[in-house]
């Protein structure tokens, strides 16, 4: 896809509105599940300046990392660790608005502040999650879990 990536609207939900039909298309016709988590990490990470924006993939006992913008990452991170590993435990998504409250936060970047993890399901089963950090505290709401569960869905 060589078009420019054009997201108009000036709130949170007008950018996903824009954004949802255009991940759409990008994912709707390529199998590879790497290659649309690198394009939807990286249409997410334009669109809202995030400051990482990736995925980690379930292998075996631990999240590995995958595709994702941003600075270096943490490679690996065990089930139910930190908020990775807690959004793959509990099976769902996980907003949270200071990680240093969050218990057994894994500081990967110490600028990150704030974070959403969603979970990625295949066949009933977390396979992969979408790891989101800000460096500012309270960045995600509700908006964000609805359309980054949106997102999700177009990947399984």
């Known amino acids: 896809m060589s078009e420019q990536l054009i997201i108009q609207g000036e709130t949170k939900q007008e950018r996903y509105e824009a954004l949802l039909p255009q991940i759409k298309a990008v994912v709707e016709d390529e199998p590879d599940l790497i290659a649309n988590m690198a394009n939807v990490a990286a249409m997410l990470h334009e669109t809202f300046g995030f400051w990482w924006t990736g995925f980690y ?12 913008q941003g600075p270096m990452a943490c490679t690996r991170i065990k089930k139910g660790r930190g908020v990775c590993g807690t959004a793959w435990l509990k099976e769902e998504t996980q907003v949270v608005s200071d990680v ?51 997102i999700v869905k177009m990947l399984s």
Do not use: Y
């Open 100 to 150: 240093d409250k969050f218990p057994g936060h894994i500081a990967c970047s110490s600028a990150s502040r704030s974070e959403i993890v969603v979970p990625i399901f295949q066949e009933g089963k977390v396979i992969a999650v979408l790891d989101i950090d800000s460096e500012r505290l309270n960045t995600f709401d509700e908006t964000d879990r609805q359309n980054l569960e949106q």
């Open 57 to 68: 993939r379930v292998e075996g006992a631990e999240l590995v990392l995958g595709p994702f």
